[in-house]
C-alpha cells in the first residue's frame, strides 16, 4: 500500500522556524503519478483546514493565515513534500496532516486520496 510519512514536527519558539517533510512510501514502480500533494492543519478542538498545496493542475495554493510565511515545495523525483514554516506563530500550534491525490496500482487507474498520520508543531511564546 501507499503511505505517506511526515518528520520533522516538535516544539519551536514564536518567530523561529520549522521544516516539515512528508514522503510518499510504497513499493517501487507501485506509485504511477502524483497530482497532488500538500499540508493541511488541525489546530486544537477546531477542524482541519488547509495550510498549502502544489498541484499539477491548480499550481500553488496558501492558506491566508500563511502567506507569506510559509512556502511549500515539491521533489518529484523522492515524491517528498516540504513545508518551511518561518515567523511561526503561537496560532500555529496545530497538528500537520500531509496528503495526496496520486495513482498507484492500488486505485485501479483512478486518483485517489492519502493522508499521513500527523505531526505535532507547538509553537510556545
Known amino acids: 500500500q501507499v503511505q505517506l510519512v511526515e518528520s520533522g514536527g516538535g516544539l519551536v519558539q514564536a518567530g523561529g522556524s520549522l521544516r516539515l517533510s512528508c514522503a510518499a512510501s510504497?513499493?517501487?514502480?507501485?506509485?504511477?503519478?502524483?497530482?497532488?500533494m500538500g499540508w493541511y492543519r488541525q489546530p486544537p478542538g477546531e477542524p482541519r483546514e488547509l495550510v498549502a498545496t502544489m498541484s499539477d493542475r491548480f499550481g500553488t495554493n496558501y492558506g491566508d493565515s500563511v502567506k507569506g510565511r510559509f512556502t511549500i515545495s515539491r521533489d518529484d523525483a523522492k515524491k517528498t513534500v516540504y513545508l518551511q514554516m518561518n515567523s511561526v506563530k503561537p496560532e500555529d500550534t496545530a497538528v500537520y496532516y500531509c496528503?495526496?491525490?496520486?495513482?498507484?496500482?492500488?486505485?485501479?487507474?483512478?486518483?485517489?486520496?492519502?493522508w499521513g498520520k500527523g505531526t505535532l508543531v507547538t509553537v510556545s511564546s
Open positions: 510504497a513499493r517501487s514502480g507501485d506509485i504511477f503519478s502524483i497530482h497532488e
Open positions: 496528503h495526496a491525490l496520486l495513482v498507484s496500482r492500488y486505485g485501479l487507474g483512478s486518483p485517489e486520496d492519502y
